[in-house]
């Protein structure tokens, strides 16, 4: 069902300075960067490599407010690994699977994320304790 990790998001109180960490220790360069009102972050997107069905990044997201996802998650648990994306190639289908499985999904129909692909959240406490999202990467990326 999966065919990549899509990316991993890493929740930061400063992009532009973890942006530079990022560059500085890794040497990794960003190609996509993002307001998503909706998810409540200001995110980046750092390119580590090309796949079948489309690339894998490393997501840096700052929250837009202290009550969003990201804010939350920083004000309880500090900096470090939010969620994993895996890339799916048709993210509908993916959560109808998934759901029928009995995960809960966070989501109710895809939503608009990085780079002009569709994606949807399983809650992390029917997964291992992991925020996991699927993500449809954009026709042609
Ligand atoms: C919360 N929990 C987590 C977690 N956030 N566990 C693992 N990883 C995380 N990131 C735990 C939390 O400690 C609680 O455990 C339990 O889940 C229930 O949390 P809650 O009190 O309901 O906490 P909330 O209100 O913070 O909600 C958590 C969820 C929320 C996951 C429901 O953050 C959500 O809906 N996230 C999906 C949207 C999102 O994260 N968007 C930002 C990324 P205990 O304490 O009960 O044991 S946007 C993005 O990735 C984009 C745009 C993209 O890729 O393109
Ligand atoms: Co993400």
């Known amino acids: 069902m999966f065919m990549r990790i899509d990316h991993i998001g890493i929740a ?7 942006i530079a960490l990022f560059e500085r220790t890794f040497e990794l360069t960003v190609v996509a960067r993002e307001v998503n009102e909706e998810q409540g ?8 490599a090309d796949g079948e069905g489309g690339g894998s990044y490393i997501q840096l997201l700052e929250p837009l407010s202290a009550d969003s996802p990201v804010g939350k998650f920083l004000a309880r648990r500090g900096e470090g690994v939010h969620h994993v994306a895996f890339g799916v190639p048709d993210v509908s289908q993916a ?6 499985k009995g995960v809960r999904l966070l989501d109710e129909r895809p939503r608009h994320g ?13 997964v291992g304790g992991m925020l996991t999202e699927l993500v449809q990467a954009a026709e042609g990326r």
């Open 12 to 18: 930061c109180h400063d992009l532009e300075e973890k």
């Open 41 to 48: 972050v200001k995110e980046a997107m750092l390119h580590i």
């Open 95 to 100: 959560m109808e699977k998934i759901g029928a």
């Open 114 to 126: 990085s780079m002009g692909s569709s994606i949807a959240f399983l809650h992390p406490k029917d």
